[in-house]
């Protein structure tokens, strides 16, 4: 695992090319990423569960490299003061590490807790033990659910725009009729989930199950489906509009009487997916 963490910050730093400090930056930030994933492993995590948790709860790489001297920064340029920019940089990455541990302390044990109709907005759930909780027609906004136990919750009715949910258990969870604008899933399994009604624009879906789903009847736009399990997903009669299926798995999921824009139809019958009775708007 410890060679896949680094192959996540080598991926995270490559747009920024070679600088000084690169070195130094990524051998502190592995370690801080390996600790995080053995503690969440301790906390009876899997692998995959830690991993997603731990990578997303990294940060933005924008954000480090605006805190470091502009003469490090400079790919080629050595700085003019070794001690003030040694200073920094223990700096950069002490807040980084910081920010990397500040949901650890989100977790919370809300089991079967009644917050319907709630403001929650930019709530930190991480790590929450939320197995049927009631978040009914809660005002979610922004809100973060990283390795969320969310089993049999409802979130009927709620404004989840900018949600977001990594390496959470989503399984008999309802969303039926939330507003999901902007939300992201991502590693999480939807295993019984009730979509019914539910606002999907801009919606992502990275790396996760949706075995089974249903987006029956349903209007999507700008949703994409990355890397997802889409097995006997069935998006009957659903309306489709510039959604996205890069590196999933389509040929079994079901398309009847599904309407779609051109790009969209002819993504999929590329990927092999049945088209017979899809609709091309």
Do not use: C
């Not at 906390?43 to 991993?51: H, I, P, R």
């Not at 044990?109 to 403001?119: E, F, I, M, V």
């Not at 089974?212 to 489709?240: I, P, Q, R």
């Not at 969209?264 to 092999?272: E, F, N, R, S």
């Amino acid at each position: 695992m410890e060679e896949r963490l680094n192959q996540f910050l080598i991926s995270a730093f490559a747009p920024y090319g070679d600088f000084p400090s690169k070195s130094d930056i990524t051998k502190e930030l592995l370690s801080n990423l390996v600790e995080k994933f053995n503690d969440l492993k301790s906390q009876g995590k899997s692998d995959e569960e830690a991993y997603a948790a731990t990578t997303e709860s990294f940060g933005d790489v924008a954000e480090i490299m605006e805190h470091l001297p502009h003469a490090q920064a400079a790919s080629g340029t050595e700085p003019e003061n070794n001690a003030s920019v040694g200073k920094t940089l223990r700096q950069v990455l002490k807040q980084a590490k910081a920010q990397m541990w500040t949901s650890k302390f989100a977790a919370v044990n809300l089991q079967q807790a009644d917050l319907g109709g709630s403001d929650l907005s930019k709530t930190d759930f991480s790590y929450s033990a939320l197995t049927g909780a009631d978040f009914s027609n809660s005002d979610l906004t922004g809100a973060a659910f990283r390795a969320a136990a969310l089993k049999g919750a409802t979130f009927e009715g709620a404004n989840l725009t900018g949600a977001v949910f990594a390496g959470s258990d989503m399984q008999d969870v309802n969303l039926s009729g939330a507003n999901l604008t902007g939300a992201k899933f991502k590693a999480s399994a939807f295993k019984g989930v009730d979509f019914a009604r539910a606002v999907l624009n801009k919606t992502h879906f990275h790396q996760s199950d949706l075995t089974g789903a249903s987006f029956e009847g349903l209007e999507l736009s700008s949703v994409e489906f990355k890397g997802a399990s889409l097995k006997n997903t069935s998006f009957k009669n659903a309306t489709l509009h510039d959604v996205s299926f890069h590196h999933s798995d389509v040929k079994h999921a079901v398309f009847d009487g599904t309407k779609m824009d051109k790009v969209t139809y002819a993504l999929l019958k590329g990927a092999k997916a049945t088209m017979d009775n899809a609709i091309v708007l």
